[in-house]
T-cell receptor
């Protein structure tokens, strides 16, 4: 079974530029998550999708971050404009629609904002 | 809301040493508890879980017992290997959500040959 795919793996941008990350979840997984992981910390949830609908985006900084999952499969996360404090690893995870909580993570995109 | 507190790292051990990484939790009721592992350059992987009090989760030689009396879920391994070098995260379901997880801050483990 193919795992969660993410691209790019690394990105370096200057502050005030924009950037987009892509995620392809495990086939059949209805729930998709985007996390931000700052160095030395645990992942922090940004947004959760169920199919193509948003379940929770309460921790997404909506003035600069946006995310979509138009067809209920792939998802993109965008930052515009980027700030220095956005430097982090952005992790995508997916899970089946159940209460088991087992989430499968992609390798992440390491973003450096200079 | 639900939260976890992990032992601060980094932890450095010699190969074949005994490992304990402490995790305590605060939660309403008795939620499932998880340990995830993150190897260098990779995403998180589920290492083990326990779904109710007194359960023991185990995988790859690692064990953790769900202890409601001490609200703990400490990770242990009797003999670590160099390949166990990674960051370990304790996690539990977030308050009010059946499908979100709250993670601890992680403990970096380095095993020296």
């Amino acid at each position: 079974e193919a795992g969660v795919a993410q691209s790019p793996r690394y990105k370096i941008i200057e502050k005030r530029q924009s950037v987009a990350f892509w995620c392809n979840p495990i086939s059949g997984h209805a729930t998709l998550y985007w996390y931000q992981q700052i160095l030395g910390q645990g992942p922090k949830l940004l947004i959760q999708f169920q199919n193509n609908g948003v379940v929770d985006d309460s921790q997404l900084p909506k003035d600069r971050f946006s995310a979509e999952r138009l067809k209920g499969v792939d998802s993109t996360l965008k930052i515009q404009p980027a700030k220095l404090e956005d430097s982090a690893v952005y992790l995508c995870a997916s899970s089946l629609s159940s209460g088991l909580h087992e989430q499968y993570f992609g390798p992440g995109t390491r973003l450096t904002v200079t | 809301g639900n939260s976890v507190t992990q032992m601060e790292g980094p932890v450095t051990l010699s190969e074949e040493a005994f490992l304990t990484i402490n995790c305590t939790y605060t939660a309403t009721g008795y939620p499932s508890l998880f340990w995830y592992v993150q190897y260098p350059g990779e995403g998180l992987q589920l290492l083990l879980k326990a779904t109710k009090a007194d359960d023991k989760g185990s995988n790859k030689g690692f064990e953790a017992t769900y202890r409601k009396e001490t609200t703990s879920f400490h990770l242990e391994k009797g003999s670590v290997q160099v390949s166990d070098s990674a960051v370990y995260f304790c996690a539990l379901p977030s308050s009010g959500s059946a499908r979100q997880l709250t993670f601890g801050s992680g403990t970096q483990l380095t095993v020296l040959p």
